[in-house]
Every structure is written in structure tokens, then in C-alpha cells.
T-cell receptor, first 112, second 114 residues
């Protein structure tokens, strides 16, 4: 069985400050990890994913996440946030067939 | 390619009524997933199809719920005798191949049962 824990339900952050969203997972098999972002009244958009290889993965809009097998974590970071990064962020783990198990989400609120 | 399309975007219904949602996946995608998202929670898996075959159903999918994907194209999710607890966002997603590669979500259908 797989499960995902997002340790923070809400993270307030000032514009241009760094942010870290924490995600821990449990799985008895090989893991594939994802971060999705959801803007208000919209569906989920894939932000980045870890399938294999380098443990540090990056997105096109400045986010990065590091897969840490020993700590079973996949934390998401951005060194400098914008107002437009205000959204809900979901960590997810996939089985080999593609079915996703999501965490409860972390609401990021960026203020000027 | 216009992405994954879901209709309607919003649906308000009275308790006890039946509702049906439609999902049109990206045209070449052979896998289609349904998820349900309640307020303050992450999406929960309901069911998925590979082409027209329904391969797995979650225990969340009670006998009041039925999903179909005729001819392996669009899919419908029907809820019979709706209850207030069915109020949620219903999300559809599709992917080209099986495997842990992530998939494309639609914008969802928000159901409110009054």
C-alpha cells in the first residue's frame, strides 16, 4: 500500500521569499513521485516528477524537488516566489500502472 | 489537441436525483481515470479505463456510481439517487500509455447536492 503525507496544510510566504513544501511517502515497491499544482476552480497541472535517475528534478517555472530515499521524502522548493504561485500543491505517488495516490495538499498563499 | 474536457463545469442537483458527467480525453490517450476531490482533501481515485475496458474500481465507487467508456473514447460517470455526501469535484484525467508517467487532468465538474 502507498500513502502520502503533506506535513503542512497551509504555508504563508512573502513575495520573493523562499518556500519549501514537505512531502513524505510510504510504499512497499518502487516509487514514482509527482507534484501537481491546482489554481482556484481549475484542474490539476503536473509541476514535476521523479521516475528514476537524478534525485533532483526541476520544473520550467523555478520549482525543484529532491527525492530522498532514506528519508522517504520528496520536498518541493522554490528560492523566490511570486504572487502567481498562490495555489494548492499536491504531492502524489504512483504505482507501476499509473494510479496516483495524493496527499491532502498544501495551500500556498503569497503576499506582497 | 484541446486537452481533457469535462462537462458540465458545475451541477447543482436535488438529493435523490440522478446526474451524469462527461469526460472527453485527449484523442490519442488510451487510459482514462476518474477521481473525486472533496474540500480540503487531495483527489481520491475512483476508477480507470484502458480503452473501453474498466480495469479497476475503488471501494469509494458504491453501487450508485457507474462509469462507462464506450468505444474507448469519451467516458461518462453517473451517480444515481444522489446524496449530500456526493458533493465534490469530479476530475477526469487521461494518459497515452500505462505506467507511472503522470497524466493530464481536466478542469473538473463541481457537483453540489442540495
Amino acid at each position: 500500500a502507498q500513502s502520502v503525507t503533506q506535513l503542512d496544510s497551509q504555508v504563508p510566504v512573502f513575495e520573493e521569499a523562499p518556500v519549501e513544501l514537505r512531502c513524505n511517502y510510504s510504499s512497499s515497491v518502487s516509487v514514482y513521485l509527482f507534484w501537481y499544482v491546482q489554481y482556484p476552480n481549475q484542474g490539476l497541472q503536473l509541476l514535476l516528477k521523479y521516475l528514476s535517475g537524478s534525485t533532483l528534478v526541476e520544473s520550467i517555472n523555478g520549482f525543484e524537488a529532491e527525492f530522498n530515499k532514506s528519508q522517504t521524502s520528496f520536498h518541493l522548493r522554490k528560492p523566490s516566489v511570486h504572487i502567481s504561485d498562490t495555489a494548492e500543491y499536491f504531492c502524489a505517488v504512483s504505482d507501476s500502472w499509473g494510479k496516483l495516490q495524493f496527499g491532502a495538499g498544501t495551500q500556498v498563499v503569497v503576499t506582497p | 489537441d484541446t486537452g481533457v474536457s469535462q462537462n458540465p463545469r458545475h451541477k447543482i442537483t436535488k438529493r435523490g436525483q440522478n446526474v451524469t458527467f462527461r469526460c472527453d480525453p485527449i484523442s490519442e490517450h488510451n487510459r482514462l481515470y476518474w477521481y473525486r476531490q472533496t474540500l480540503g482533501q487531495g483527489p481520491e481515485f475512483l476508477t480507470y479505463f484502458q480503452n473501453e475496458a474498466q480495469l479497476e474500481k475503488s471501494r469509494l465507487l458504491s453501487d450508485r456510481f457507474s462509469a462507462e467508456r464506450p468505444k474507448g473514447s469519451f467516458s461518462t460517470l453517473e451517480i444515481q439517487r444522489t446524496e449530500q455526501g456526493d458533493s465534490a469535484m469530479y476530475l477526469c484525467a487521461s494518459s497515452l500509455v500505462s505506467g507511472p508517467y503522470g497524466y493530464t487532468f481536466g478542469s473538473g465538474t463541481r457537483l453540489t447536492v442540495v
